[in-house]
């Protein structure tokens, strides 16, 4: 069974940075895309980064240069480094599994505070 847990969220002040980690077991992690997708109160989840196999990378357009994903295969981790943060990138951060969202991590909560 293929599980995501992700850690590293938090409060953090408008301008600082934090980088989330979402660690994949029960599968063959470096055959496949993975992502990170956002969702803030009353709002639609929506797409953060995505890295591929071969590791190019893909952004929503608000985030301007100042996230940036990455994957470790022999850790089986994916990596969002997130910095200039605002308080519009307040949302509970979701990792997530294949280029069709097979699975995803629990949310973890990022607060971002003017």
């Known amino acids: 069974q293929v599980q995501l847990v992700e850690s590293g969220g938090g409060l953090v002040q408008a301008g600082g940075s934090l980088k989330l980690s979402c660690a994949i077991s029960g599968t063959a992690f470096s055959a496949y895309v993975m992502g990170w997708y956002r969702q803030a109160p009353g709002k639609e989840r929506e797409l953060v980064a995505v890295i591929e196999v071969g590791d190019s990378t893909t952004y929503g357009d608000f985030v301007k240069g100042r996230f940036m994903i990455s994957r470790d295969n022999a850790k089986n981790t994916v990596y969002l480094q997130m910095n200039s943060l605002l308080p519009e990138d307040t949302a509970i951060y979701f990792c997530?599994?294949?280029?069709?969202?097979?699975?995803w991590g629990q949310g973890i909560q990022v607060t971002v505070s003017s």
């Open positions: 997530a599994f294949g280029s069709s969202v097979t699975y």
